[in-house]
């Protein structure tokens, strides 16, 4: 497969099942996907050869089951594509390069100032060009680019309202930003959607087809995955827990943006996030105090996620430490028994699995599942 400027492959509804079959169980015989599908397995054949002539997928060695020729099996092909992931965040700019599995090739923060988005747009340009003639990526094609951006739609267009610290890059088309910057096919949505794109991509055999990622960030958000599809809603804002508080109740919901202001004032002197993240101590008295106000939000939260989408398991994510994590799941509330002694069904409450900020790495993801799986 060769892909240049804004080609894109353009696989059938069938191929990209196969795809998908193939992400989800490989190393899998061939002649095995037949069960994943209502497919012939002479049009499997057909697929199968077709998308490996595209370098999508190859072949392992087979494995003799019995009798007969065995089966090959079937691997994705990553070492033939790459895809970019972006992350815009209130303190910084990451940019990372993955194969079609999602792991990650390449990374690098951005010197240009968050808030500047001409800077940052220009520095991507020249990083891809370099990245292009790297030993990781010169002899792969790209599929495209994806972008996390903090905050929320205000159009179809892609265009967001962004934290106060990166203002600029409100009511800009990212995708079509993106497209004309770097030639590529171009993707976006908030971060907490790319989040749990992540967290359902990662983990492909965990039984978590239902799940929801609560991203605490400068601001506080939420992603969903349905049935193994992102949520994204009618209007792109699906996972806005931040709407659920208005007026005085808005500052007490556990954003990390809100965190850092109490532990300033509680004379713990920090410059960010990426300070907070560096220096968390969970004694600091100020944690205990925030964790207190934050928990009738967190705990709306919870409620709301689980009594609307019903997951198998809620994922505490974002920017937040390790520890911190922990500590906010420590503070959610348990359901009770009824008045017959029964208690429904609780979705369980989990640290990422992603160390560090996953909205990258969902990014980085976004332009293989649009245009291959």
């Not at 060009?129 to 790297?134: G, L, M, N, P, Y």
């Not at 929320?152 to 993106?178: A, E, L, Q």
């Not at 993240?277 to 709301?304: T, Y």
Request: proline share 6%; charged share 20%.
């Amino acid at each position: 497969m060769t892909l240049t400027h804004m080609d894109r492959p353009v696989l059938s509804r069938s191929e990209r099942k196969i795809m998908g079959i193939v992400r989800a169980h490989e190393p899998i015989a061939r002649s095995e996907i037949t069960e994943f599908t209502t497919l012939s397995q002479q049009s499997v054949h057909r697929l199968v050869e077709g998308l490996t002539e595209q370098n999508l997928l190859c072949s392992k060695k087979a494995v003799i089951k019995g009798r007969g020729k065995p089966s090959p099996l079937v691997v994705l092909n990553n070492q033939a594509t790459y895809s970019l992931g972006v992350s815009v965040r209130s303190d910084n700019i990451q940019l990372i390069a993955v194969d079609l599995s999602g792991v990650e090739l390449l990374r690098t923060e951005l010197l240009a100032a968050p808030n500047d988005p001409d800077g940052a747009l220009d520095e991507l340009r020249r990083i891809r060009a370099e990245w292009t003639t790297s030993a990781e990526l010169q002899n792969r094609a790209a599929i495209g680019v994806g972008v996390a951006m903090q905050g929320y739609r205000i159009s179809k267009m892609n265009r967001f309202t962004v934290p106060v610290p990166i203002k600029n890059w409100s009511g800009m088309p990212i995708d079509d930003t993106f497209r004309d910057t770097l030639g590529l096919a171009a993707f976006t949505e908030n971060n907490a959607t790319c989040a749990v794109i992540a967290e359902h991509h990662r983990a492909r055999n965990d039984g978590y087809q239902n799940l929801a990622y609560l991203s605490f960030n400068f601001g506080y958000g939420g992603g969903i995955v349905n049935e193994g599809h992102a949520l994204i809603g009618g209007f792109g804002n699906a996972g806005e827990l931040g709407t659920l508080l208005a007026g005085d109740t808005f500052s007490s919901r556990p954003a990390l943006g809100e965190l850092v202001k109490r532990l300033n004032a509680s004379g713990v002197a920090l410059s960010g996030i990426p300070d907070l993240q560096q220096k968390f101590d969970p004694n600091w008295p100020a944690v205990g105090e925030w964790l207190q106000e934050v928990s009738p939000a967190l705990n709306l939260s919870i409620r709301a996620i689980r009594s609307i989408v019903d997951p198998q398991a809620i994922f505490f994510g974002g920017e937040a430490p390790a520890a911190l994590r922990e500590m906010l799941i420590g503070i959610c509330e348990h359901p009770t028994a009824n008045r017959y002694g029964e208690v429904l069904p609780f979705p369980m409450l989990l640290p990422s699995r992603i160390y560090g900020d996953a909205a990258i790495h969902g990014a980085a993801i976004l332009p293989a599942r649009n245009l291959i799986f």
